[in-house]
């Protein structure tokens, strides 16, 4: 059973990258409860912007692969350039295989494919922002 005590991360700071209305509140309600300070981004050129402006803020990235213009993989190789440490979780539709080998290879800490459960965001997250919870 999920116990919401398990998944709060009112310290952290959450850049998620997303740009279809749907992921965004999907994630806006799953998050919200966690009590996690939310960066969103709709694009790669605005996520970029966001990293090269506030990475130190940052705890963890959210980030999806499908992105109109900049895509999720230049995002995260221009995150890897700069920063080799910050956790990046990698969400994706795609079914196009290699996507999450090719995520992992490039540098990203975790995998989830859409559409993305609840209980497995969290966990994916709280492996990064509370570690002391056993997955
Ligand atoms: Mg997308």
């Known amino acids: 059973m999920m116990e919401w005590a398990d998944y709060q991360f009112a310290d952290k700071t959450i850049l998620v ?55 999720g993989f230049d995002v995260l190789k221009y995150l890897r350039d700069i920063d080799p440490e910050l956790p990046v979780i990698v969400q994706t539709a795609y079914l196009f295989s290699g996507e999450r080998k090719t995520s992992l290879s490039m540098g990203a800490n975790g995998f989830i494919s859409k559409p993305v459960q609840l209980v497995e965001l969290l966990n994916n997250i709280a492996k990064f922002l509370n570690p002391e919870l056993n997955n």
Do not use: M
């Open 17 to 71: 990258v997303e740009d279809i209305d749907t992921s965004i509140k999907f994630f806006d309600a799953a998050l919200r409860k966690s009590q996690a300070k939310i960066l969103w981004s709709k694009t790669g050129e605005e996520a970029i912007e966001i990293l090269e402006n506030h990475i130190a803020d940052i705890d963890l990235v959210l980030l999806d692969l499908n992105l109109p213009g900049v895509n």
